[in-house]
């Protein structure tokens, strides 16, 4: 989860201490994919995508996707966002 808010470090204030992050308070999400080819030119492709709603920094939900062919990222990032 400190992965999809983008931790990036921590800061100590007078014996507190607290995690920095990139994306702030709202809904944060993240995703990665992954292509295999084979040697016979066969592709599929694996997506996670992870997302956090309001100021949450714990509790993030999933969508795994496993597709045949080499499928876009950003593609499916953006058509999930325009459904949720």
């Not at 709202?26 to 016979?40: C, I, L, M, N, R």
Request: glycine residues 14%; charged residues 25%.
């Amino acid at each position: 989860d400190k992965y999809v808010r983008g931790a990036w470090g921590q800061r100590s204030d007078g014996g507190t201490s607290r995690v920095m992050y990139l994306r702030g308070d709202g809904t944060a999400w993240s995703a990665v994919a992954v292509t295999y080819a084979s040697d016979s030119g066969r592709t599929v492709t694996g997506l996670v995508l992870k997302w956090l709603t309001g100021e949450s920094r714990n509790d993030s939900s999933s969508r795994f996707v496993l597709g045949d062919g080499d499928l876009d990222i950003e593609n499916i990032c953006n058509r999930w966002a325009a459904g949720r």
